[in-house]
Nanobody, 116 residues
Framework: VQLVESGGGLVQPGGSLRLSCVASGSLFSFNTMGWYRQAPGEQRELLAVQNNFGGTHYADSAKGRFYISKDNAKNTMYLQMNSLRVEDTAVYYC???????????WGQGTQVTVSS
């Protein structure tokens, strides 16, 4: 299964973006799926992760502003990002993990730039 992100771009502070992550197969291939980001010179940071039962965890940096969701019929996961800040500028990655076989798959990333 491959993952392909889209939806990044340039947005002004306070704006919103919705990122998409399309899987080449069923989202149920993964036990958990999540969104991460990596800013220049920084480590990759977890933003939000959701398991197949709908259980969701948000990092403090994402709580109240970012929302993870899935459309299983479309094999797509989303990240709705609101009230964006300059410090949200980063490359955003989606991830899928399957415990059986230790499968851990990353998308290629999509750039989000928050600037006036």
């Amino acid at each position: 299964v491959q993952l392909v992100e889209s939806g990044g771009g340039l947005v002004q502070p306070g704006g919103s973006l919705r990122l998409s992550c399309v899987a080449s197969g069923s989202l149920f291939s993964f036990n958990t799926m999540g969104w991460y980001r990596q800013a220049p010179g920084e480590q990759r940071e977890l933003l939000a992760v959701q398991n197949n039962f709908g259980g969701t965890h948000y990092a403090d940096s994402a709580k109240g502003r970012f929302y993870i969701s899935k459309d299983n019929a479309k094999n797509t996961m989303y990240l709705q990002m609101n009230s964006l800040r300059v410090e949200d500028t980063a490359v955003y990655y989606c991830n899928g993990y399957r415990s059986r076989g230790g499968i851990n798959i990353w998308g290629q990333g999509t750039q989000v730039t928050v600037s006036s």
